[in-house]
């Protein structure tokens, strides 16, 4: 793994938990998703190199990370995807022209999962970046309209959920074709054990990040 380490301001403000078992989105909701599904060989694929840098670098879609903590700050949001099975991950989406980062996590928190009762306790200080698998590549820029992105920069950003666990819809706020089927709350080491391969060193890094925000589960400590 290659990193280049840059500062930028970080923000705080820590905080206590309640486990879920995973939560399935409607069947009506799946068959709309399901068309046009990523191959399951991602999961497969070599894994890419992931930098640390102040600015995204061009040839990068930039893209934020969502890390949304439960109330407790113990265990982590994290679900499977409709289109490539088995495969779960934590909710993620491209940054709009014009948006700010932080504007775009609030935004695709809502879009993919309904949540509005978090608040932003931390931000990674730099843009982490990782390439696309050959296969992957070529089907997510066709997906964008041509595209030629070789891999994402993403800006991750940890929420705290203040909710209750009935707020969290996988129909998001209806804006969007759902991504995912079902969810859970999960360590966050188990959070990168269930990632795709050529995203586990974005996750690692990340979570590294924000790892003196996050609390021991008691449940699980000596």
């Keep these: ?113 309904g949540v509005t009762s978090a608040e932003i306790v931390a931000e990674v200080p730099v843009w982490l970046t990782y390439d696309f698998p050959a296969d992957v590549r070529d089907k997510l820029n066709s997906r964008w309209g041509g595209t030629n992105w070789k891999g994402q920069a993403q800006k991750w950003f940890l929420f705290r959920f203040t909710g209750k666990d009935d707020e969290i819809n996988l129909n998001g706020d209806g804006s969007e074709r759902p991504e995912f089927c079902e969810w859970t709350w999960m360590p966050p080491q188990q959070v990168i054990e269930k990632a795709v391969e050529f995203k586990k060193p974005v996750y690692e890094e990340a979570l590294k990040h924000f790892a003196p925000y996050l609390q021991s589960d008691p449940a699980t400590s000596s």
């Design 1 to 113: 793994m290659v990193v280049a380490v840059a500062r930028l301001p970080s923000i705080l403000s820590p905080i206590r938990t309640t486990t879920a078992t995973p939560r399935r989105l409607p069947s009506s909701a799946l068959r709309l998703a399901r068309s046009r599904p990523l191959s399951s060989s991602c999961s497969a694929s070599p894994l890419a190199v992931v930098a640390s840098m102040e600015s995204p670098p061009e040839g990068y879609r930039t893209n934020v990370g969502i890390c949304l903590a439960d109330p407790s700050l113990t265990k982590i949001f994290t679900a499977s995807r409709i289109d490539i099975a088995n495969t779960w991950q934590m909710p993620q989406g491209g940054i709009d022209a014009g948006e700010e980062p932080r504007a775009a996590a609030v935004r695709e928190l809502r879009e993919e999962t």
